[in-house]
C-alpha cells in the first residue's frame, strides 16, 4: 500500500480533537532505531536455551512489550527459562551494541527541535535503557526528566496504563495527547487510554507491508513512514 501524505489526511479523529497539548513517543522503534539490536541480542539468548524462534514471530509476539511481559510469554508458551544473570547478560550485550551501533531515528532531532508542545516519552523499555538510547543519539536533554518506563505501572502495553501514567504526570488530559507508536500493542494501549496515535513504519525493524498492515489494522488517526510526516500531521 503506498503511503498517504499526513498534510492531506482530512477527518482524522485527531483533527476532529483539534491540535493536541502533548506529544508523548515511544522510545524503541520511534525515537532510536534499536529494535534491530534488541532483537537479535533476545534470539542469541533464545538459541542458547536450546530453542529458535523466527525472527518474524519474535516481533511478532513481542515488539513494544515489556520485559517482563516477554519473560511471562517466553515462560508460558515455549517454555523457556530466563534466570536473572541471563537477564544481565542480555543487558550488558544490548548495551554495548547501543553505544556502538545505535543512531536516532532519521529526522527525528529536527522534528523535535520544529515542536512547539510539550513531550514526553513513555516506553517498555526500562528506565536505564531508555536513559542510555537518549544519551547515545543526544535526545535525552530534549526529554528529561519527562521519561516515564513500564516499570512505573503495573501492566504494560497493551494495556493503557503507561500512556495514562505518562499523561496524569504531565497534567494533560488524555484526549489532548497524540502518540507516536511503532507497535501495535503501543497502538492498542494509546486507544484504549483515549488518545490518538499515529503509527509509524521508518524503524529498521518495521520497513515491510506487513508491519504496516498491523497497524493499519488497528485503526490509528495515522501511519506515517518518515518523521518528517509528523510535523505536518500536528
Not at 503509527?199 to 506487513?210: K, L, P, V
Amino acid at each position: 500500500m503506498a503511503d498517504t501524505p499526513v498534510g492531506n489526511l482530512e477527518n482524522t479523529a485527531a483533527q476532529a480533537r483539534g491540535r493536541p497539548h502533548l506529544v508523548i513517543f515511544d522510545c524503541d522503534g520511534v525515537l532510536v532505531d534499536s529494535e534491530p539490536l534488541s532483537f537479535k541480542v533476545l534470539s542469541q539468548q533464545i538459541e542458547i536455551k536450546g530453542a529458535s524462534i523466527p525472527m518474524d514471530d519474535c516481533y511478532r509476539l513481542f515488539l513494544g512489550k515489556s520485559l517482563a511481559t516477554t519473560t511471562e510469554i517466553l515462560s508460558r508458551d515455549f517454555n523457556i527459562e530466563f534466570s536473572d544473570a541471563d537477564l544481565e547478560t542480555m543487558r550488558l550485550q544490548l548495551f554495548d551494541l547501543y553505544r556502538t551501533e545505535l543512531r536516532p531515528i532519521p529526522g527525528i532531532a529536527e522534528v523535535l527541535e520544529g515542536l512547539d508542545l510539550p513531550v514526553c516519552v513513555a516506553s517498555s523499555s526500562q528506565l536505564d535503557r531508555i536513559r542510555l538510547s537518549l544519551d547515545v543519539t543526544g535526545l535525552r536533554a530534549i526529554f528529561e526528566p519527562n521519561i516515564f518506563s513500564a516499570s512505573m505501572v503495573v501492566n504494560g502495553k497493551p494495556a493503557p496504563d503507561l500512556f495514562l501514567h505518562a499523561a496524569g504526570e504531565m497534567n494533560i488530559a488524555p484526549a489532548q495527547c497524540l502518540v507516536i507508536e511503532d507497535s501495535p500493542a503501543g497502538v492498542e494501549a494509546a486507544q484504549r487510554a483515549g488518545m490518538p496515535v499515529v503509527g509509524f513504519t521508518g524503524g529498521g525493524h518495521a520497513q515491510t507491508d506487513s508491519h504496516r498492515l498491523s497497524l493499519e489494522t488497528l485503526g490509528p488517526d495515522a501511519v506515517i513512514a518518515e518523521m518528517s510526516e509528523l510535523s505536518s500531521f500536528l
